[in-house]
């Protein structure tokens, strides 16, 4: 008989962790288990065509107030109804801030519950006023879970250093589509290219403060003043996006450095470039590093990042690193064993 995962997730618009739920579901093994995935909207930037083997079953909206209560309270008052759905083997609340799905994961008839966790919290809750408020507010979810998974090694013990679980926590990175990325490298992008001549770096990412573009682009005007051939291509949008803008125009940098946007293919971009480029502040597990690794591209990032990623070499001077940076052929990595090692390790949560 086929084992029973119910995962919950707000929606799947763009943001890392929704790519990374759509990257793991598209290769499921749908022939050994039944899929069911929760969503509170029916907004899907990525377009994406899910297998028809998974179940998308759509919840009625929570109100975005329920976010700004003590759990307690909004596990009273948010009542999910899943009708005849009968038990799962496995419910997992992927998503892990909202308390929409992690009432679903909760209340929904289950023999184990599993929240995942995205990013390194410690940091977080140092960097960022808005999500130590909230985490003050959900933190009593915690309780109802019987074990936790973080997206890398490194963000483990900041988890539980703060959330003080008594609870297993273990480890599984994000599942990175190699199919996809190649199908989507096949495509040329309309009325764009880049200068051959120049080196040519990439950024992907949301326009935010963990992701330390700020940072990115002060290093690399001071790599400028020494090479004056490397441009900068940054890939997505966010809040902080006027603040770049205005930081690159403070810099100088509008004939050097270009803002992309989102993009559903960032694929047949970065294919065109020399090498992937990220000083984020801190991360949960970078995906855009493995992303550009499956690309080919030689990544530069800074020392901080090598917590959370396997087999990643980060620079301790990376103004010096991109200074020094040579064009090389693109080996991609089909990233084989890690992916399989990844869909095991879920597989055996539901066992």
């Known amino acids: ?111 184990k519950r599993v929240m995942w966790i995205h990013n390194d919290v410690e940091i977080k809750l140092n960097n960022e006023w808005k999500y130590k408020f909230l985490w003050t507010m959900f933190k009593g979810k915690f309780k109802y879970y019987d074990e936790f998974i973080a997206v890398s090694e490194g963000i483990k013990e900041p988890f539980k250093k703060m959330s003080r679980v008594s609870q297993k926590v273990s480890s599984i990175q994000n599942y990175i589509s190699i199919k996809e990325i190649e199908e989507k490298m096949q495509v040329t992008p309309e009325n764009f290219s880049v200068d051959s001549d120049k080196f040519n770096f990439v950024a992907l990412g949301r326009l935010c403060h963990q992701k330390g573009y700020d940072i990115m682009l002060d290093n690399f005007a001071t790599a400028l003043k020494s090479r004056d051939d490397l441009r900068l291509y940054i890939i997505g949008d966010g809040e902080d996006r006027q603040l770049v803008e205005n930081r690159i125009k403070e810099l100088s940098l509008e004939d050097k450095v270009f803002l992309l946007g989102n993009q559903a293919n960032p694929f047949c971009y970065m294919k065109l470039m020399d090498a992937f480029i990220s000083t984020s502040r801190y991360e949960g597990q970078p995906l855009n590093i493995m992303e550009a690794k499956a690309v080919g591209l030689p990544t530069y990032c800074t020392k901080n990042l090598e917590k959370y990623a396997p087999d990643i070499e980060g620079y301790e001077d990376i103004v010096a690193a991109m200074i020094s940076a040579e064009k090389t052929d693109k080996k991609p990595d089909k990233l084989i064993e890690y992916n399989t090692t990844i869909l095991n390790s879920i597989y055996a949560l539901a066992e």
């Open 1 to 111: 008989m086929k084992k029973r995962i119910a995962f919950f997730q707000n929606e799947l618009t763009v943001g890392g962790i929704q790519k990374s739920l759509i990257n793991l579901l598209s290769n499921f093994d749908y022939d050994k288990y039944d899929v069911d995935l929760y969503l509170f909207s029916e907004e899907n930037y990525w377009k994406s065509e899910l297998p028809q083997q998974l179940n998308i079953k759509y919840m009625k909206p929570v109100s975005k107030l329920l976010s700004f209560v003590p759990f307690k309270l909004a596990k009273a008052l948010i009542k999910p109804n899943f009708g005849d759905c009968g038990v799962y083997d496995l419910a997992i609340d992927f998503n892990s801030y909202q308390n929409s799905c992690a009432v679903g994961a909760i209340k929904i008839p289950a023999k």
